[in-house]
T-cell receptor
Framework: AQSVSQHNHHVILSEAASLELGCNYSYGGTVNLFWYVQYPGQHLQLLLKYFSGDPLVKGIKGFEAEFIKSKFSFNLRKPSVQWSDTAEYFC????????????FGQGTTLQVKP | DTGVSQDPRHKITKRGQNVTFRCDPI?????LYWYRQTLGQGPEFLTYFQNEAQLEKSRLLSDRFSAERPKGSFSTLEIQRTEQGDSAMYLCASSQNTAGGPGGTQYFGPGTRLTVL
């Protein structure tokens, strides 16, 4: 079955700490991968995406993610978090064909202490 | 603001009643998606449209659920005979898909929070 697993449900960091959120997926075939973020009281918005090419992708607000095909992983990283990064983060996958269906992980809540 | 809009933002209903939600996508987007999100979980796919055609439906979409996009613009999601288990946030997203392409980025609306008493 197609699925996405996010290892950490709740992460608490101090400002300036480095962040890595794990994401593994199970999907038979070529995939497109996404990280979405939901700030308190706001819509889901796209942080970054991987379709093809360089497996290290850069997104908004200093975030990046690396696609490791052999590990079925797409971990999100940021070298130095800020209080404003406090949010819920969702990893998602879809097949690289014409399907529109996104499969989301259960999310990771990040709390950054000032 | 030209983002995805949803109406109403909140809906409280009694078990057994019917409810209908509306989604207005970003105007030039040809694809429209519905998801459902419960507390502590990521969004779960329900269905999506390309223009007015409903291309895929999840098994989560029981026969009490129906979605339409009659003119390829806005969409409605109706839940008949609501149950307490239907309480959730219903999210709409839209994207612009080109033929043969991988599908554009999905932009999400604010959601409609449904509470079934």
């Amino acid at each position: 079955a197609q699925s996405v697993s996010q290892h950490n449900h709740h992460v608490i960091l101090s400002e300036a700490a480095s962040l890595e959120l794990g994401c593994n997926y199970s999907y038979g075939g070529t995939v497109n991968l996404f990280w979405y973020v939901q700030y308190p009281g706001q819509h889901l918005q796209l942080l970054l995406k991987y379709f093809s090419g360089d497996p290290l992708v850069k997104g908004i607000k200093g975030f990046e993610a690396e696609f490791i095909k052999s590990k079925f992983s797409f971990n999100l990283r940021k070298p130095s978090v800020q209080w404003s990064d406090t949010a819920e983060y969702f990893c998602a996958v879809k097949g690289s064909g014409n399907t529109g269906k996104l499969i989301f992980g259960q999310g990771t809540t990040l709390q950054v202490k000032p | 603001d030209t983002g995805v809009s949803q109406d109403p933002r909140h809906k409280i209903t009694k078990r057994g009643q019917n409810v209908t939600f509306r989604c207005d996508p970003i105007s030039e987007h040809n694809r429209l998606y519905w998801y459902r999100q419960t507390l502590g979980q990521g969004p779960e796919f329900l269905t999506y449209f390309q223009n007015e055609a409903q291309l895929e439906k999840s098994r989560l979409l029981s026969d009490r659920f129906s979605a339409e996009r009659p003119k390829g613009s806005f969409s409605t999601l109706e839940i008949q005979r609501t149950e307490q288990g239907d309480s959730a946030m219903y999210l709409c997203a839209s994207s612009q898909n080109t033929a043969g392409g991988p599908g554009g980025t999905q932009y999400f609306g604010p959601g409609t929070r449904l509470t079934v008493l």
